[in-house]
């Protein structure tokens, strides 16, 4: 089992930075993806940024150029760092991990709150 604890969550005004951060604990051996996830209120779970090992990150088309991901494998965990934020990033973030032992596993942490308001 893989454990995901998300911090860095809050209320920001719009053109504002906060910084997301997650840590993986437990059976981490083998991750394979690691990245975020959101889910706005009656909207579905989307996308937001995603690095598999040994690959380059891959964003949303409605974040690139404001939010940048970052894995550091020797410490488990995985941070977005978000700029530029527009009232239409409000959300619940998701750390994401995936894992092939000995089929697919995928992981998420419990959210953390991203509001972005006057």
């Known amino acids: 089992q893989v454990q995901l604890v998300e911090s860095g969550g809050g209320l920001v005004q719009p053109g504002g930075s906060l910084r997301l951060s997650c840590v993986a604990s437990g059976t981490i051996f083998g991750i394979n993806a690691m990245g975020w996830y959101r889910q706005a209120p009656g909207k579905q779970r989307e996308l937001v940024a995603i690095i598999a090992s040994g690959s380059s990150a891959n964003y949303v088309d409605s974040v690139k150029g404001r939010f940048t991901i970052s894995r550091d494998n020797a410490k488990n965990t995985v941070s977005l760092q978000m700029s530029s934020l527009k009232p239409e990033d409000t959300a619940v973030y998701y750390c994401?991990?995936?894992?092939?032992?000995?089929?697919?596993?995928?992981?998420w942490g419990q959210g953390t709150q991203v509001t972005v308001s006057d």
């Open positions: 994401y991990a995936d894992k092939f032992s000995p089929t697919w596993n995928i992981y």
